[in-house]
């Protein structure tokens, strides 16, 4: 019987913050998982959010995933920009607190795909690694003039029917990408997966269970 996700809270750059962790014994690393656009109803609950928790719990991994500021029982006030990018880097610092030795993924959905992009971009740029970069149709138009992650292994998750984040502007952004990456066109999709999170499953688990680069 799997463990259920615990309810935790850590202290963000705009007060606590609250997530969800699931812990296993012999993990094979750390999911960080960034939620889409707190504005439009984005939580963590998500369901596109709890299939990557679910994929990446089933691989082996030990997962994290939480609330931005100024969303449900998280303290402070939405920014839509970089603050919710420091919530991602105070989320991670717990996370990684707690599995010092343990190598990093990290997945964002739509908001969260910048989220997940400027963070890794962060760790990239104080010397820090991580493994696995997955943006599910994600905002690039926010990643604009951001440094981005150039070693750690990326792959870019868009729906072709996506009616939120247009499709034409992410391939755009993988066709200027000049660093080795995946982009995954999934077909009838929109962009919220609706009949296709298995899918997005099939998608994300091979690639979290092979060797990362």
């Not at 969303?71 to 970089?82: E, Q």
Request: net charge negative; glycine share 10%; proline share 6%.
């Amino acid at each position: 019987m799997l463990k259920r996700e615990s309810p935790i809270t850590f202290e963000g750059p705009a007060g606590v913050l609250e997530g969800l962790y699931h812990d296993q014994s012999d993990a094979r690393g750390l999911a960080l998982i960034c939620h889409p656009n707190p504005v439009k109803g984005g939580t963590m609950l998500n369901k596109v959010v709890s299939t990557l928790q679910r994929t990446a719990r089933d691989a082996g991994y030990v997962t994290l995933r939480f609330n931005y500021r100024g969303v449900g029982g998280s303290a402070g006030i939405h920014d839509m920009n970089f603050g919710e990018v420091d919530d991602a880097e105070a989320a991670l610092a717990w996370l990684q607190a707690q599995h010092p030795e343990l190598p990093l993924t990290l997945l964002g959905f739509s908001f969260g795909g910048f989220v997940a992009a400027a963070l890794a971009g962060r760790i990239e740029a104080r010397g820090g690694s991580l493994d696995r970069l997955f943006m599910i149709a994600p905002a690039v138009s926010r990643l604009a003039d951001q440094p981005l992650a150039e070693r750690c292994s990326m792959a870019i998750i868009q729906p072709e029917e996506d009616e939120v984040i247009d499709p034409a502007s992410v391939f755009a952004f993988s066709e200027a990408l000049q660093r080795p990456h995946e982009l995954l066109k999934v077909a009838e999709c929109s962009h919220f997966f609706h009949g296709k999170l298995v899918e997005l499953k099939e998608l994300v688990a091979p690639r979290l269970a092979g060797p990362a680069g």
